[in-house]
């Protein structure tokens, strides 16, 4: 299986051809000698290494390692010295090697279902973010909702040495993602959670959110709304879905649900289907980005008028949404929050070096933005929190 991991950090090793330098005086007060070119050349042509490092700082292999792991405390000048060394001949630690060593290689993994949807963009962008500031590289690959690609990811990132690892888990039913799997290694899994409760969990307000904004469109009265979705086989489409329909329920409406809405040839199928019944939908609510994609280029393609024959709301925010004609009305959920609170939840447990029995489960609330789809007549957004 051909894996494909993007790596973002320290840049890789280049070859450099070092000239003299000199050393910082010894605690004697003499000079270092000045190492030559000649002195150096193999050097030149393959990646340094701790060897080259501690033979031009003029120390042993242990100082300059001890140096690098920062585990035993070494002298100011002898530490100098190597960090000059380091730096002269562009040495990179070897990540994997440290990890066989025991010692921590300040890294770790995301996997994501894809990259195409802004969502995730987001909650990448919002981990990189955190990872940075702890000193870590991050590996990124996705595994198109495929849970065996999923697990043969996971077990890629393991090999790998990360020390923890970040998952938005493909298909809860059928997510082979288990703390067997990770052993001590910690692991989040966000905006969707995993069958094992050991493993921490950061959601969001799926299904409160979802009712929230059915319940709007009812009280602009509307009496037909359809719910537009992707697989319901995924945990945020089903808890979506399960919001709406209790809202629809509970005003004594039929539930007219459509799942697998997969691409905008679909959705021009099915909503041109359902404007020709006799009952037509009023409103339509979607169930992620990428649906709101679809059934707005449906809805242009069939020539319908946002709000004046189909009022609108979609689940999830995104650029764009305040600049549409009619401004979108949304369930804005936290994409960067959530990325950033998972990031640091992992980071705990790196420092704790914790694997509990029974994980954490944070929920982050959600926003109704009520723009002008909807039927509203604000000029500028109204947020209900």
Not at 271 to 291: C, F, G
């Amino acid at each position: 299986m051909d894996l494909h991991l993007w790596e973002f950090g320290q840049g890789g090793i280049r070859q450099v051809i070092p000239g003299e330098i000199e050393l910082a005086k010894t605690p004697a007060g003499k000079s270092a000698s000045k190492i030559r070119k000649r002195a150096l050349a193999p050097v030149e042509h393959r990646k340094p290494t701790m060897s080259d490092v501690a033979r031009l700082a003029g120390v042993g292999t242990m100082t300059v390692s001890r140096v690098l792991s920062g585990t035993v405390r070494v002298s100011a000048e002898t530490t100098q010295r190597v960090q000059t060394a380091i730096e002269q001949l562009k040495y990179r630690p070897n990540v994997l090697a440290r990890a066989f060593r025991g010692q921590r290689s300040h890294s770790i993994g995301l996997i994501l279902p894809y990259l195409y949807d802004p969502f995730f963009a987001g909650c990448a962008h919002a981990v990189t973010t955190v990872a940075r500031e702890h000193g870590y590289s991050i590996l990124i690959t996705t595994s198109d909702e495929d849970p065996d690609i999923e697990y043969a990811e996971a077990d890629e990132m393991l090999q790998r040495h990360v020390d923890g690892l970040l998952v938005i888990p493909a298909r809860i039913r059928q997510s082979r993602l288990t703390r067997s799997l990770f052993g001590k290694t910690p692991v989040v899994a966000f905006d969707r959670p995993v069958p094992d409760p050991s493993i921490d969990t950061v959601l969001v307000q799926n299904a409160i959110g979802s009712r929230r904004i059915t319940e709007h469109l009812i009280e602009h009265g509307h009496r037909h709304i359809t719910f537009f979705a992707l697989s319901r086989s995924l945990f945020t489409i089903s808890t979506r879905f399960a919001g709406y329909r209790r809202a629809i329920q509970d005003a004594g409406l039929e539930v007219c649900p459509i799942f697998d809405c997969n691409s905008e040839e679909i959705a021009v199928q099915i909503l041109k289907a359902k404007m020709e019944q006799d009952t037509p939908p009023t409103a339509v609510i979607t169930s992620n980005t990428l649906v709101t994609r679809y059934i707005l280029g449906a809805i242009s393609r069939l020539g319908l008028r946002i709000p004046n024959d189909l009022a609108f709301a979609g689940f999830d925010d995104f650029d764009l949404a305040e600049f549409t004609s009619p401004p979108l009305t949304v369930v804005r959920q936290p994409a960067q929050e959530m990325g950033r609170v998972a990031a640091n939840l992992l980071f705990d447990r790196i420092a704790r070096g914790e694997t509990p029995h029974t994980g954490n489960r944070i929920v982050l609330p959600v926003e109704i933005v009520l723009r002008r789809s909807c039927g509203c007549k604000h000029r500028t957004p109204v947020v209900i929190h």
